[in-house]
């Protein structure tokens, strides 16, 4: 590709945002100027960039006139703040946070459902879905037509940084203190993480759901296009630093064909199958810095031939966030590369 | 009582075993002679009870017409190698490793079906089931008539306790090595246990399943007495050092009346209720410790009206082991204390 593109990576410093700068320097995204953008507190800071150091800007004084795309890594509110400003000013965006109508800035996992790409208009809207909702994307979508899920039900063993740098400070912090016998004071999670797994990684709603739950749900019908699948969703918080684990139970509308399933993953893209029998992949021992998805545990039912169990193990800052959402803008140029820049 | 029954501990040395011994004091259990048994590595230690320390023995050398009721804390090969010993010396048993056969040795959690007791017969033999099954037993079969379960999926995140002495070891010293960046050398378990979760608390078989997984299942449709009911589980090993944490869902044949469940939950015996909204119960902050099996983030489907939602936490080596056999060993006696006797 000749042409680069002028971008902006907001929430530049955060666990997501520092990632997705690594990785367009590592996949040679055609990037014409970098505009690395936080809040007025680190504005200032550098971040290295292919050998040099960017400085940080603030984004509430940034012009979106100055960049065609976007990666939005910095929370919800941020997004809200200033997606809209964005757009006005013809710049195509990619929103990590979920805050956006999934109507105007619909789920993309490349792996999953690229035909998305088929039905955009400029300025491209497009959001990175859940880190979990992409390492479930990329596991069940080449296996869609083979089993036709009715219900799934995951649990999500999510790691601290899903919470951010705050979170992986905090884990630390606990453990340090415990394991040095001194008093634990819980301050960032309200209570004690280290050992310890939470059972809601968020504040939940009148009918005991959390966010994270309700938009997994919603991303993960919406990337497999099955609007009536049941899923039922706990997100919890597991005293591990970095790559969620995920326990998936599939019910099928017919009998799972466990042979077939395995050669599925064997070949899916973005997936790497742990078929060796008695093995199965961890977190932190396959998939944190990895570029795929990790399955294992590939088994059918104790009772039900219905039935579908995996392991699933990925990283979520990098698989589930920042390298998604950069092989999102990859297939977005592929397409709409002279839109984009117009 | 004024009676008492001379009893054995095999194991007596072990996490269950020594939380047992405990119990019995605690809980004025009518115990005469106690006979603490481990293999012959430990005899010669002692452990205390009733502010005595008793030494402990080689269960190799031990003569069971010397008891009326022992209980198994030693593992399967243990029980296997003397509980048909123990039975022909007329002395009646609750075997903890799971090993008898169902048949001979039913599974009994007095919460959930007490009416096991109608129908044994001496010397009498009884499974303390596998803590998550008697965390799960006090928590549905209370719920039974109301939500009549078809399915349940089942995450078990289980403490390394459950895996003894040893894994409690292996997680500290892990976990030591790299907060001091040593090297980490994974002894116990097969690979890094430490800030990670391992995706299976066993050795699979052929289709995929570990034993404790089959051993849940079984034990859960014997206790709840529905012999068809669909059990998905996955047993995973947590970095938490005591304390079961069980993320459940259910699906029931007709619309779950969530009030109702709540109401059910709130008085149910063994069972404590962590009602307040946003409000969760925690292994290591809640059940560790304690007599009851802690239930919270009670809720619907985000889909589906038949569904329902759980998270349970539980003391696995006090009210997932030893506390049931222990209150097991109460309900015998109130039963049938003087055919034990004889
Ligand atoms: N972590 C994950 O695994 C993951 C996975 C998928 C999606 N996400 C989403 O990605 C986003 C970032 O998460 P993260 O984990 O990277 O969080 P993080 O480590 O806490 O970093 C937050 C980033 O946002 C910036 N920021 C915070 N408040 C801001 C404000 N008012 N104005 C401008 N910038 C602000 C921070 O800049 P300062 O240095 O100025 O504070 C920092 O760069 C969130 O929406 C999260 O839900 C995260
Ligand atoms: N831990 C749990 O949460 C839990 C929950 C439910 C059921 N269980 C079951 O309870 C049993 C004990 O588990 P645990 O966690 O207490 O294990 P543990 O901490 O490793 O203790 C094992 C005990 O068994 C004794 N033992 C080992 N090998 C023996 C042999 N060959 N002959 C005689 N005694 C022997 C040990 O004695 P020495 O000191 O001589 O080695 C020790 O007292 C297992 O069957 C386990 O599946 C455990």
């Given at each position: 590709?000749?042409?680069?593109?002028?971008?902006?990576?907001i929430?530049a410093?955060?666990?997501?945002?520092?990632?997705?700068?690594q990785?367009?320097d590592?996949?040679?995204?055609?990037?014409?100027?970098?505009?690395l953008?936080?809040?007025?507190?680190?504005?200032?800071?550098?971040?290295?960039?292919?050998?040099?150091?960017?400085?940080?800007?603030?984004?509430?004084?940034?012009?979106?006139?100055?960049?065609?795309?976007?990666?939005?890594?910095?929370?919800?509110?941020?997004?809200?703040?200033?997606?809209?400003?964005?757009?006005?000013?013809?710049?195509?965006?990619?929103?990590l946070?979920?805050a956006?109508?999934?109507?105007?800035?619909p789920?993309l996992v490349?792996?999953?459902?690229?035909?998305?790409?088929?039905?955009?208009?400029?300025?491209?809207?497009?959001?990175?879905?859940?880190?979990?909702?992409?390492?479930?994307?990329?596991?069940?979508?080449?296996?869609?037509?083979?089993?036709?899920?009715?219900?799934?039900?995951?649990?999500?063993?999510?790691?601290?940084?899903?919470?951010?740098?705050?979170?992986?400070?905090?884990?630390?912090?606990?453990?340090a203190?415990?394991?040095?016998?001194?008093?634990?004071?819980?301050?960032?999670?309200?209570?004690?993480?280290a050992?310890?797994?939470?059972?809601q990684?968020?504040?939940?709603?009148?009918?005991?759901h959390?966010?994270?739950?309700?938009?997994?749900?919603?991303?993960?019908?919406?990337?497999?296009?099955?609007?009536?699948l049941?899923?039922?969703?706990?997100?919890?918080?597991?005293?591990?630093?970095?790559?969620?684990?995920?326990?998936?139970s599939?019910?099928?509308?017919?009998?799972?064909?466990?042979?077939?399933?395995?050669?599925?993953?064997?070949?899916?893209?973005?997936?790497?199958?742990?078929e060796?029998?008695?093995?199965?992949?961890?977190?932190?021992?396959?998939?944190?810095?990895?570029?795929?998805?990790?399955?294992?545990?590939?088994?059918g039912?104790?009772?039900?031939?219905?039935?579908?169990?995996?392991?699933?193990?990925?990283?979520?800052?990098?698989?589930?966030?920042?390298?998604?959402?950069?092989?999102?803008?990859?297939?977005?140029?592929?397409?709409?590369?002279?839109?984009?820049?117009?």
């Open positions: 590709m000749s042409q680069s593109l002028d971008i902006a990576v929430g410093t955060g666990t997501v945002g520092e990632t997705l700068v990785l367009l590592e996949r040679e995204f055609p990037v014409g100027n970098l505009h953008l936080a809040s007025g507190e680190s504005a200032g800071a550098s971040v290295p960039f292919k050998g040099r150091n960017l400085r940080v800007r603030d984004v509430a004084e940034f012009d979106f006139s100055q960049v065609k795309l976007a990666f939005f890594a910095a929370g919800e509110s941020v997004t809200r703040s200033f997606a809209a400003r964005a757009s006005a000013a013809g710049c195509s965006l990619i929103d946070s979920g956006l109508d999934p109507m105007q800035a789920s490349p792996e999953a459902n690229p035909e998305l790409l088929q039905r955009l208009d400029a300025p491209y809207q497009l959001t990175s879905p859940s880190a979990s909702a992409v390492a479930l994307a990329c596991v069940l979508a080449p296996l869609r037509d083979l089993v036709r899920p009715r219900r799934v039900s995951v649990l999500a063993s999510l790691a601290v940084s899903s919470r951010g740098r705050e979170g992986v400070n905090e884990l630390a912090r606990q453990t203190e415990l394991l040095n016998a001194r008093p634990l004071e819980p301050r960032f999670f309200d209570r004690q993480i050992f310890n797994i939470l059972a990684a968020g504040v939940p709603d009148a009918e005991g959390i966010a994270l739950e309700r938009r997994l749900a919603g991303e993960l019908r919406q990337l497999l296009a099955e609007p009536d049941r899923v039922a969703a706990t997100c919890a918080l597991a005293p591990v630093f970095f790559g969620d684990s995920l326990a998936l599939l019910v099928s509308e017919r009998e799972v064909d466990i042979d077939a399933v395995r050669q599925r993953l064997a070949q899916a893209p973005g997936v790497e199958f742990v060796e029998e008695g093995d199965y992949p961890t977190a932190v021992g396959d998939a944190v810095g990895q570029d795929a998805v990790y399955v294992g545990r590939v088994r039912g104790l009772d039900d031939p219905c039935e579908l169990n995996l392991w699933i193990a990925s990283d979520n800052a990098r698989k589930g966030a920042a390298l998604n959402a950069v092989q999102s803008a990859e297939l977005l140029i592929k397409h709409y590369l002279s839109k984009i820049l117009t």
